[in-house]
């Protein structure tokens, strides 16, 4: 069985010039991710994009496959904090607006840079990045529930820790093949009408 490349960096960047250098190098390998694919994303080619030496770019990555999880990484991290705020904002709101709002921002949070989600969308499980995303799942679960433990009033009697998965696999699903599908979904009428049409399954769902 082939030996997996690594993924983890060789060292964190502590000072402002070495995090210049491993931003530069991320970027660059989401640059040429989507525009070369990740077979032409070699380490050369990525320095080269980067502008530092391939030396440079060993002192940090053992691998491309070790920046290309970091280039996931930071992806879903711009994600998360989207979401994490928007959980903020409708803590207090009725299911219905909340739902709304949440589908809303998932649609966004997923078009941040869809080209880019496309193709990290084929590599998480090719280079093993599948549990950061997991995790990820995981804390959105958790903020879901909490939200439906939080107003179960407005909600039939159903088990929040099932009615947390059916809706957060629900709107990630839409949210995320939306992206897949290219930009015919993309179109401002299209994304409203999926809101609405979202919105209203969920709610349907919950009460």
Known sequence: ???????????NASQAR??????????????????EGFEKASTNRIA??????????YQYFPSKEALVAAVIERHNDEI??????AFIEVADMPIEKAVRRLVTVAIEAH?????????????????????????SNREVHTLVRAYLERH???????????????????????????????AEMLSEKMVRTLVDETTRMVVRYLR
């Open 48 to 57: 080269e994009i980067a502008g530092v030496s391939v030396g440079s770019l």
């Open 152 to 182: 179960r009033k407005q909600m039939r009697r159903i088990d929040p820790d099932l009615a947390a998965f059916v809706c957060v696999s629900a709107i990630e699903s839409v949210a995320h093949n939306t992206v897949l599908s290219g």
């Open 80 to 85: 998360m904090t989207i979401v994490r705020a």
């Open 1 to 11: 069985m082939a030996r997996k490349p690594p993924t983890n960096p060789r060292k």
């Open 18 to 35: 070495s995090r210049a250098t491993v931003d530069a190098l991320v970027e660059a390998t989401a640059r040429i991710l989507v525009r």
């Open 111 to 135: 078009h941040i840079d869809p080209d880019l989600h496309r193709i990290l969308a084929e590599q998480i499980p090719r280079i093993g990045q599948l549990r950061d995303v997991e995790a």
